[in-house]
């Protein structure tokens, strides 16, 4: 994250400076990571591909949390024929192939990092959606909700004070888990050459150009391969942690032991 | 008299938990005879439950410190090796839980759960251990035994299932009955039933009983002998009569002073406060020092209770007709010779004044005193 | 007379579906509530008992229109409930209060004892701000908690302590009508009269209307004036609590009290009980004619055909619905002639 901010501080190069006389060079202390088939330092790449892949992978989250988390709450909550109504719908969404259907909403809307991001989020919509609804109806059954409708709150008090903050935690953890999956699935479209386009740095594209240099120059792929499974294995941590945090009973236990 | 099923001694109990070390259950002894029924009483967290699953081995390995000695019809339970205490639990010890649908196995019939029970333990074939669970469900007064073989746990209520549970723990006649809590899950009416069932069976085969429950009154009406559990320790035993008729322990005074009374007649048509015991009982990864109730208890009428521990004592006086040498009312406390001095604050009628609540420090603040209604003594 | 009536039920059904859903038609029906009359006075302490599975709680929930009701009219306080909506639904959450049985799941546990106390104060817009925690403070100094726990979270209290939480929570709204739903059932004994007494103290301090439902026939003696014996959804006997208590009239009544295990030793040795035998029907299977008839020991032979009503037997305001005291009630569609009696 820190890393994202400051791209252009940390990176020693241009992203695109090419030196084509410097080119596949092994990694050394001038090219930490070494450089690519046109010269250009990978270090910096992967370094500025962070808040590409990044900024793809949060805007894709975000879209699939807000809208199936809504649909969740809703269908959930009421359940009926709102439940079947909008969980049929997530399930057409949910029955085609994932790439297929990132691959059907970049033709129409053409590639690019955003419609990257918002392909990624519509696949992912439905996973919320159910991830929620599953938590919601078990918070829905429990006394305190009905406790709190017996001294009158609204329905839209009980979604928003009761049942979504105590349904939250697999939704947290669905975060962090989609969020990791969101920076794959970016790189994924861009290895395709759907996602974000060249010349700028993306995990994705530079694991797709580094492939076919992968007998001769293997950091060309390696590190913005380790970049992926490091961010991965960071967003997973820190759902982890999150999730702890937002609960009162380890918050309490964490600040001392309590009573 | 005759040689005792059950004899345990200075059992304790320590367990690790994420919060420190918790001393469950510290130093409990008891006997019991066969036909004999003991009642283990407490509130929750008295470490009651504990000490009957420390004596079967019951409590997870490497969690659990058990020392002292339990010894069931000549063997120590506690020094037993895993295989023999496996073998023990059929035919020693039965033993019948609060909640009969998680001690039955749902997937499995009723006539299968059975028939497992007795071919654990006893040499016979398939069809002769059918007949056996046969009679045993009608021992215990199921209306269609052989019917009942094949049907799953979900398919009675309550009071059947608790019925199947008990019909499992005798199924190989054991010497000694563990009930923990085994009618706290039914309705009164059931509670009846099963209550006359024990009863029933135990006249018939000499079971020697322990009975764990928080419930004063299902002790009155089944127990011979009466152990009073608080913090882990003994605080009161002695005859259900003896404990529950003429209680010395301030605890056991106001235990029986909180209970709504159906016998107790109203007073100018109004029913009086009920008396409370202030506060909560203790943690046991906290137990004070001193005698483990002094925190809550109203007396106080000893400068030794905050710091020194009270032994267990026999408390009858020698010029009493009525003591008997055999079965001691023993207490542990230093207040015992005040009576009426247990005086237990109720709430006044105005909500005026302090009154007996739970206060989140901990302390509690104590009532205005009712003279006249020493909780349980006066009666 | 019927101006000192806050709660009023006429022939209150609630009857759920089995097995079915909104698409699919049910396989048979649950009769939770089966034709339920009862008036709670302005002021009194009705006590409502019964078994496990006889829509005890199912009527306290009803009165507080939290399930719905599928016949039969329920009043408050003279105003029709049945079909009420919106606004006026608002105003019946605030001038009538619940308390749930178990302290531990009725207490939102991600929310301060300050927010869960304080949330009927928000919705109904009673108070805000520096106000607000006023209230809050007062209230919970009412139920006998220390104001300065109202920044704690629920996991950080005892159940007795959560119940107190919930009783503030309950009366906020300052309501006429308080309904305690096994509120003392899952506390130990010690703390369970600590709940009883602080009940009886703000029912005379507030004057509140308490309908206190519980399967503990003790706790019930000692806290009502009132009581109300419920059966497979139809309530068969009603009466002054001290009435009730020693001298029922209904057959029921009398197994239930004689099985409540009281700690005299002495006592219990002579006192006779009345063992009924068998279980409950299912409330999906009620029996025809009296519903207590296929475990009744003085069965016979109008119980099968006739549904006793209540009728007025025994001490002044007592009321039983049985045969024994003479036949009264609606017969079975192709009863004989002859035992039919009007009430």
Redesign the interface.
């Known amino acids: 994250m820190l890393v994202a901010v400051f791209d252009e501080t940390i990176a020693p190069q241009g992203p695109n400076e090419t030196s084509i006389p410097d080119r596949l060079q092994p990694p050394s202390w001038e090219h930490l990571f070494g450089t690519d088939d046109l010269g250009r330092d990978i270090f910096s790449r992967v370094v500025l591909g962070t808040g590409v892949s990044l900024r793809v992978g949060f805007l894709a989250v975000g879209i699939a949390l807000v809208i199936g988390t809504v649909v969740g709450l809703l269908a959930g909550f009421y359940g009926r024929w709102v439940d079947d109504v909008l969980m049929r719908f997530m399930d057409m969404l949910f029955a085609f192939p994932a790439v297929l259907l990132a691959i059907a909403v970049l033709a129409v809307r053409g590639p690019g990092s955003g419609n990257t991001a918002l392909a990624i989020g519509v696949v992912y919509i439905p996973v919320f959606a159910r991830v929620t609804r599953a938590s919601v109806l078990g918070v829905r059954e429990e006394v305190y909700v009905r406790a709190s409708r017996s001294v009158g709150a609204s329905d839209l008090r009980l979604l928003t004070r009761h049942v979504l903050p105590n349904a939250a935690p697999p939704i947290i953890v669905q975060t962090s888990i989609s969020l990791a999956f969101a920076v794959l699935a970016e790189a994924a479209l861009s290895f395709l050459g759907l996602g974000t386009q060249p010349p700028a740095p993306s995990w994705g594209r530079m694991l797709a150009e580094g492939r076919g240099f992968i007998q001769d120059a293997w950091w060309l792929a390696f590190f913005p391969g380790m970049a992926i499974f490091l961010t991965v294995l960071c967003f997973n941590l820190l759902g982890d942690g999150l999730r702890d945090v937002l609960d009162p009973r380890q918050r309490t236990l964490m600040a001392g032991g309590g009573r | 008299m005759t040689e005792p099923v059950l004899e345990v001694e200075d059992l304790r109990v320590r367990l690790r938990t994420p919060?420190g070390r918790a001393d469950v259950v510290n130093g409990l002894s008891y006997t019991v005879a066969p036909g004999e029924t003991v009642a283990v009483v407490g509130?929750?967290g008295s470490g009651k439950s504990v000490s009957v699953l420390a004596l079967l081995g019951l409590l997870p390995r490497g969690i659990a410190t058990v020392t002292g000695r339990a010894v069931l019809q000549g063997e120590d339970l506690l020094t037993m090796k895993p295989e023999r205490l496996r073998q023990v639990r059929g035919p020693g010890a039965g033993m019948v839980f609060q909640d009969p649908m998680t001690s039955l196995n749902p997937v499995l019939t009723i006539g299968r759960q059975l028939v497992e029970g007795i071919r654990a333990h006893q040499d016979v074939d398939k069809a002769a251990a059918r007949r056996r669970a046969g009679e045993l469900l009608a021992e215990v007064g199921l209306?269609d035994p052989v019917g009942t073989l094949d049907r799953y746990p979900h398919e009675l209520?309550?009071?059947?299932r608790q019925r199947v549970v008990i019909a499992i723990a005798l199924c190989n006649s054991p010497a000694l009955l563990i009930a923990d809590e085994a009618t706290t899950a039914l309705?009164?009416?059931?509670?009846?039933?099963i209550?006359?069932l024990v009863e029933k069976l135990q006249a018939e085969r000499g079971t020697g009983v322990v009975w764990i429950t928080?419930?004063?009154?299902?002790?009155?009406?089944i127990a011979d002998r009466v152990l009073v559990m608080y913090g882990g320790r003994c605080v009161e035993d002695g005859t259900?009569?003896d404990v529950?008729?003429n209680p010395r322990h301030p605890y056991t005074r106001?235990?029986?002073?909180?209970?709504?009374?159906?016998?107790q007649p109203?007073v100018d048509?109004v029913?009086p406060?009920?008396?409370?015991?202030?506060g909560?009982?203790p943690a046991p990864t906290d137990l004070p020092a001193g005698c483990v109730f002094w925190p809550r208890c109203p007396v106080r009428g000893d400068a030794r209770c905050e710091t020194e521990q009270p032994p267990l004592v026999q408390i009858t006086r020698a010029d009493d007709g009525r003591a008997r040498l055999d079965l001691p009312h023993r207490a542990a406390t230093w207040c015992a010779e005040a009576p009426g001095a247990g005086t237990f604050g109720?709430?006044s009628?105005?909500?005026a004044g302090t009154?007996?609540?739970?206060?989140?420090?901990g302390a509690g603040t104590f009532g205005t005193e009712s003279p006249g209604r020493a909780g349980g003594g006066a009666r | 007379m019927s101006d000192d009536v806050l709660v009023s039920a006429r022939g209150l059904e609630v009857h759920f579906p089995i097995g079915g859903s909104y698409r699919k038609k049910a396989a048979g029906v649950l009769r939770a509530v089966d034709g339920v009359d009862l008036d709670i006075r302005r002021g009194e302490t009705l006590g409502l008992v019964g078994e496990s599975g006889c829509g005890k709680s199912t009527l306290g929930n009803a009165l507080l229109r939290l399930v719905p009701t599928t016949g039969g009219t329920l009043t408050f306080d003279g105003a029709d409930l049945t079909g009420l909506e919106g606004r006026r639904l608002k105003e019946l959450r605030r001038r009538a209060g619940m308390v749930f049985q178990d302290p531990f799941a009725s207490l939102d546990p991600r929310r301060t004892v300050a927010q869960t106390v304080g949330e009927p104060l928000e919705v109904h817009g009673l108070r805000k701000g520096r106000d607000k925690a006023a209230r809050v403070a007062e209230l919970l100094e009412l139920v006998g908690l220390d104001p300065g726990v109202a920044g704690r979270y629920p996991h950080e209290f005892s159940g007795g302590q959560r119940q107190r939480v919930g009783i503030a929570r309950a009366l906020a709204g300052e309501p006429d009508f308080l309904v305690c739903d096994e509120a003392i059932a899952s506390l130990d004994v010690s703390v369970q009269a600590q709940v009883l007494n602080l009940l009886r103290r703000l029912q005379r301090q507030l004057g509140l209307t308490l309908l206190f439902i519980s399967h503990d026939l003790s706790a019930v003696r000692h806290i009502s004036d009132r009581i109300a014996v419920m059966y497979l959804g139809r309530i068969v006997e009603i009466g002054p609590a001290e009435a009730v208590g020693t001298d029922p009239q209904m057959p029921y009544t009398q197994a239930l009290l004689s099985a409540v295990p009281l700690p005299h030793p002495a006592l219990e040795r002579e006192r006779k009980r009345i063992v009924l035998s068998g279980d409950v029907p299912s409330p999906a299977a009620v029996p025809s004619g009296c519903r207590f008839r296929t475990r009744c020991p003085h069965v016979f032979e109008p119980c099968d055909d006739v549904d006793p009503a209540l009728q007025p037997v025994g001490a002044p305001g007592q009321q039983a619905a049985c045969h024994l005291h003479g036949i009264v009630g609606t017969p079975a569609t192709d009863a004989p002639e002859g035992i039919t009696a009007t009430p």
């Open positions: 919060r509130e929750s209306p209520s309550g009071g059947m309705d009164v009416t059931v509670q009846a039933q209550i006359d928080h419930d004063l009154g299902v002790v009155a009406g259900v009569d529950l008729e106001g235990l029986l002073g909180a209970l709504p009374d159906l016998a109203a048509g029913v406060d009920l008396a409370t015991v202030p909560t009982p109720t709430e009628p105005s909500g009154f007996g609540t739970e206060s989140p420090s």
